[in-house]
């Protein structure tokens, strides 16, 4: 069967079974801009989306009752599974006890020396987002440096950070696509270089504009794109000629282990950020940076005008959100829990090496740490140009929906899954024989 006669079958489906979802999506749409509270919602496969009644460890039910094994996981925001028991009773006992002060709490202590022993670096900041904590990490780079420009590389996102939404086209660097009211033309504050390509890397930075380069340690968000053997490498050597700062973004590449990739991996990045799952789903973020960095800022700082430079906020470093990052990460994303969803992560990459291999698909599997990806192509992509050419948006939509059908989540606009410490395996095994009726439809 081809995806175009799956299609329309699995799209009555989805309706037939979901009218009280397909009830709310209509009245929605009398006050929400598109019938969604968020413009990304508006992609989820289907005629409208599924609205979530509750949600607990790695499941989910919806309105219409139906109960999902979850793979999407809040694109990593809720990695530590839905709701763990520390991190609500944390937030329960805190919300009663003071929400936000603009004054330190204690938290704020223990989760500084936390995120200093996890991933080494020892000067930490927090802001309300991942986006928030990259787009101070850029201003204190610019700062430190007085050079104008970043560095990013092709097809990369690191929230809605308006320095990064570029790409290249033919070698230029333009908007990429669906940016939204772009303040400047993005060639004037950013230079895009291909993942694992070191001669343009060292090419671009050779100007000496370039502030910063922010990178993930492996690209997450458009498939998983992982790092070529020594790329880091050089990576690192070039940024140092250069005097140009290394940011990694560990927000999704926390999936590598406690202390994410660069733990994993012995990165030595001047400044790191992170946000979504450390707090459990409570919005935070943070940057931390070496202490070298952090003298240089230090140096910098016009004490007089710190709350209006541009960096910071006033919910910042609240109370409530490092009550929850306490709680996930002394509780909840621990050695032994990481341990058990890496390990999950490795059974999932088989299952659907296993399918892959029973049906000849042309497809194949790469995971990081607890995050696996299965992408239509037979061999890893090396770069994000070659991941997103290969993208095949009506096989991405039909397999959504059709996973979604029988009741497993997964990470939308690409196949991407992940586990929590509340994942087990027969979820995983659940995913591997949809995943297996998939592939004996589309090849019967
Ligand atoms: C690598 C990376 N960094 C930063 C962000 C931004 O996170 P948020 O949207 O929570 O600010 C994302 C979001 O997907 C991300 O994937």
Redesign the pocket.
């Known amino acids: 069967m081809r995806v175009a006669d799956l299609l329309p079958r699995e799209l009555e489906r989805f309706e037939r079974e979901h009218p009280r979802s397909r009830e709310l999506a209509s009245r929605a749409s009398g006050s929400l801009l598109s019938g969604v509270p968020m413009p990304w919602m508006i992609r989820w496969p289907g005629a409208f989306p599924v609205f979530a009644a509750e949600a607990e460890g790695a499941r989910f039910r919806d309105v219409d009752g139906h109960e999902y094994v979850d793979f999407c996981l809040g ?3 809720a990695m530590t599974g839905h709701s763990p028991e520390p991190t609500a009773r944390a937030l329960a006992e805190q919300a009663r006890r003071g929400i936000t002060l603009m004054l330190p709490s204690e938290d704020a202590i223990w989760v500084g020396e936390e995120l200093a022993r996890r991933f080494g670096l020892p000067r930490w900041q927090f802001a309300l ?6 787009r101070f990490a850029i201003r204190l780079a610019r700062e430190l440096t007085k050079r104008p420009k970043i560095l990013v590389f092709n097809w ?6 308006d320095e990064t939404f570029a790409t290249l086209e033919n070698g230029s660097v333009t908007s990429r696509e669906g940016n939204v009211g772009a303040p400047v033309p993005l060639a004037e504050t950013t230079r895009v270089v291909e993942w694992n390509d070191a001669e343009a890397l060292e090419r671009e930075l050779s100007h000496g504009d370039v502030a910063c380069v922010l990178a ?1 340690p492996a690209l ?2 458009i498939g998983i794109v992982l790092a070529e053997p020594g790329f880091h490498e050089t990576m690192r050597r070039l940024t140092r000629e250069a005097g140009t700062l290394l940011i990694i ?5 926390l999936c590598c282990g406690p202390g994410g990739y660069t733990k994993a991996e012995g990165l030595e990045p001047d400044l790191m ?1 992170i ?2 799952a450390i707090a459990g789903g409570i ?1 935070v ?1 943070a940057y931390g940076m070496t202490d070298e960095v952090a003298a240089r800022v230090l140096e910098k700082t016009v004490w007089e005008a710190a709350d209006v430079g541009g960096v910071g906020g006033t919910l910042a470093g609240n109370a409530l959100s490092l009550a929850a990052v306490r709680a996930t990460l002394g509780e909840v994303l621990t050695d032994e829990a990481f341990a058990r969803m890496i390990a999950l992560g490795e059974r999932f990459a088989a299952g659907c090496d296993e399918v892959i291999a029973e049906f000849e698909l042309p497809w194949q599997a790469t995971r990081l740490g607890c995050r696996v990806e299965y992408m239509f192509s037979p061999t890893p992509f090396r770069n994000g140009g070659e991941a997103y050419a290969a993208f095949d948006t009506p096989l991405d939509a039909l397999l959504h929906l059709y996973m979604l059908n029988r009741g497993v989540l997964m990470t939308p606009f690409h196949m991407m899954a992940l586990m929590s410490p509340a994942t087990t395996e027969a979820d995983v095994d659940a995913h591997t024989a949809s995943l297996r009726e998939f592939a004996g439809e589309l090849t019967g």
Do not use: I, L, M, Q
């Open positions: 694109d990593t925001a987002t991942a986006t928030d904590a990259n990369c996102y690191h929230g809605t950070v993930e997450t968000n973004d560990e927000t999704h590449t950020t946000g979504k919005p973020g």
